[in-house]
């Protein structure tokens, strides 16, 4: 996947709930996983934008779709 880079630490107990996640959803990889959650986590935040400036709906959605097909290659 190409794209910008961005490492966190994550505490202990965030880092093992994420494994224990990733593993009940058969995601070979927490960090596959996190970058799913944080695809997600955005695109709520989105839409809470969204409602509040209805002009972004359609380029959000648009970048939301790209990283979706990116993520499924």
């Given at each position: 996947m190409a794209g910008r880079r961005l490492e966190i630490e994550l505490p202990e107990e965030l880092f093992a709930g994420?494994?224990?996640?990733?593993?009940?959803?058969?995601?070979?990889?927490?960090?596959?996983?996190?970058?799913?959650?944080?695809?997600?986590?955005?695109?709520?935040?989105?839409?809470?934008l969204d409602d509040r400036n209805p002009d972004q709906k359609y380029f959000v959605n648009e970048a939301l779709d790209e990283l979706m097909r990116r993520e499924k290659k």
């Open positions: 994420l494994e224990e996640v990733a593993r009940g959803l058969q995601i070979p990889d927490p960090a596959q996983a996190a970058v799913i959650g944080l695809a997600e986590w955005v695109s709520r935040r989105k839409s809470e």
